[in-house]
Nanobody, 126 residues
Framework: QVQLVESGGGLVQAGDSLRLSCAAS??????????MGWFRQAPGKVREFVAS????????YYADSVKGRFTVNRDNAKNTVYLQLNSLEPEDTAVYYC?????????????????WGQGTQVTVSS
Protein backbone atom coordinates (compact mmCIF):
# COMPACT_ATOMS: atom_id res chain seq x y z
CA GLN A 1 0.00 0.00 0.00
CA VAL A 2 1.21 3.48 -0.86
CA GLN A 3 -0.14 6.66 0.66
CA LEU A 4 0.14 9.95 -1.19
CA VAL A 5 -0.61 13.29 0.43
CA GLU A 6 -0.69 16.49 -1.59
CA SER A 7 -0.24 19.97 -0.19
CA GLY A 8 0.65 23.46 -1.33
CA GLY A 9 -2.52 24.53 -3.09
CA GLY A 10 -4.13 27.89 -2.53
CA LEU A 11 -5.67 31.03 -3.96
CA VAL A 12 -3.34 33.09 -6.13
CA GLN A 13 -3.52 35.72 -8.83
CA ALA A 14 -2.80 35.22 -12.52
CA GLY A 15 0.93 35.24 -13.13
CA ASP A 16 1.80 33.95 -9.66
CA SER A 17 3.57 30.71 -8.79
CA LEU A 18 2.86 27.78 -6.50
CA ARG A 19 4.70 24.63 -5.57
CA LEU A 20 2.61 21.55 -4.93
CA SER A 21 4.05 18.71 -2.87
CA CYS A 22 3.22 15.02 -2.92
CA ALA A 23 4.57 13.10 0.05
CA ALA A 24 4.72 9.33 -0.38
CA SER A 25 4.72 6.79 2.44
CA UNK A 26 3.78 3.22 3.23
CA UNK A 27 5.14 0.37 1.20
CA UNK A 28 8.92 0.34 0.84
CA UNK A 29 9.98 1.53 -2.59
CA UNK A 30 12.38 3.84 -4.29
CA UNK A 31 11.44 6.56 -6.65
CA UNK A 32 13.98 5.26 -9.15
CA UNK A 33 11.70 2.42 -10.24
CA UNK A 34 8.37 4.18 -10.50
CA UNK A 35 6.47 6.85 -12.33
CA MET A 36 4.79 9.72 -10.53
CA GLY A 37 2.10 11.69 -12.28
CA TRP A 38 0.11 14.84 -11.71
CA PHE A 39 -3.47 15.30 -12.87
CA ARG A 40 -6.09 17.96 -12.32
CA GLN A 41 -9.85 18.18 -12.36
CA ALA A 42 -11.85 21.36 -12.76
CA PRO A 43 -15.53 21.55 -11.77
CA GLY A 44 -17.72 19.77 -14.30
CA LYS A 45 -14.75 18.43 -16.25
CA VAL A 46 -12.99 15.11 -16.45
CA ARG A 47 -9.68 14.54 -14.72
CA GLU A 48 -6.89 15.48 -17.09
CA PHE A 49 -3.21 14.73 -17.33
CA VAL A 50 -0.76 17.46 -16.33
CA ALA A 51 2.71 15.94 -16.01
CA SER A 52 4.58 12.72 -15.27
CA UNK A 53 8.12 11.61 -14.72
CA UNK A 54 9.67 8.15 -14.75
CA UNK A 55 12.43 8.22 -12.16
CA UNK A 56 14.28 5.33 -13.78
CA UNK A 57 14.51 6.69 -17.32
CA UNK A 58 13.79 10.32 -16.43
CA UNK A 59 11.37 10.45 -19.33
CA UNK A 60 9.04 13.35 -18.63
CA TYR A 61 5.74 14.29 -20.20
CA TYR A 62 3.81 17.53 -19.90
CA ALA A 63 0.39 18.47 -21.19
CA ASP A 64 0.62 21.04 -23.96
CA SER A 65 -1.33 23.51 -21.85
CA VAL A 66 1.34 23.56 -19.12
CA LYS A 67 4.52 22.97 -21.11
CA GLY A 68 7.11 25.60 -20.27
CA ARG A 69 5.23 26.71 -17.15
CA PHE A 70 5.10 23.61 -14.92
CA THR A 71 8.02 21.44 -13.79
CA VAL A 72 8.20 18.09 -11.97
CA ASN A 73 11.03 17.41 -9.54
CA ARG A 74 11.64 15.44 -6.38
CA ASP A 75 13.44 15.22 -3.06
CA ASN A 76 14.51 11.62 -2.49
CA ALA A 77 15.41 12.18 1.13
CA LYS A 78 11.87 13.32 1.85
CA ASN A 79 10.10 10.83 -0.48
CA THR A 80 8.41 13.86 -1.96
CA VAL A 81 7.62 14.87 -5.52
CA TYR A 82 6.92 18.47 -6.42
CA LEU A 83 5.01 20.21 -9.16
CA GLN A 84 6.24 23.76 -9.66
CA LEU A 85 3.52 25.92 -11.22
CA ASN A 86 4.68 29.18 -12.77
CA SER A 87 2.84 31.87 -14.72
CA LEU A 88 -0.48 30.58 -13.46
CA GLU A 89 -3.62 31.31 -15.46
CA PRO A 90 -7.29 31.22 -14.41
CA GLU A 91 -7.65 28.15 -16.65
CA ASP A 92 -5.29 26.31 -14.27
CA THR A 93 -7.91 26.42 -11.53
CA ALA A 94 -8.63 22.83 -10.46
CA VAL A 95 -8.04 20.20 -7.83
CA TYR A 96 -4.59 18.77 -8.43
CA TYR A 97 -3.84 15.11 -7.73
CA CYS A 98 -0.60 13.18 -7.62
CA UNK A 99 -0.56 9.52 -8.57
CA UNK A 100 1.85 6.60 -8.47
CA UNK A 101 2.45 3.93 -11.06
CA UNK A 102 4.60 0.85 -10.44
CA UNK A 103 5.05 0.16 -14.15
CA UNK A 104 5.23 3.49 -15.94
CA UNK A 105 2.99 2.21 -18.72
CA UNK A 106 0.43 4.73 -20.00
CA UNK A 107 1.91 7.57 -17.93
CA UNK A 108 -0.46 10.16 -19.40
CA UNK A 109 -3.70 8.32 -18.61
CA UNK A 110 -5.74 8.06 -15.42
CA UNK A 111 -5.91 4.29 -15.78
CA UNK A 112 -2.13 4.07 -15.79
CA UNK A 113 -1.89 4.81 -12.07
CA UNK A 114 -2.56 2.59 -9.09
CA UNK A 115 -2.53 4.98 -6.14
CA TRP A 116 -3.88 8.51 -5.81
CA GLY A 117 -3.68 11.30 -3.31
CA GLN A 118 -6.69 13.19 -2.01
CA GLY A 119 -6.02 16.32 -4.05
CA THR A 120 -5.19 19.95 -3.32
CA GLN A 121 -7.17 22.93 -4.60
CA VAL A 122 -5.52 25.53 -6.79
CA THR A 123 -7.55 28.64 -7.57
CA VAL A 124 -6.19 31.33 -9.87
CA SER A 125 -8.00 34.66 -10.00
CA SER A 126 -7.76 37.00 -12.98
Amino acid sequence: QVQLVESGGGLVQAGDSLRLSCAASGRTFTFSTYTMGWFRQAPGKVREFVASKNWDTFITYYADSVKGRFTVNRDNAKNTVYLQLNSLEPEDTAVYYCAWSPTGRDPTTVSGYQYWGQGTQVTVSS
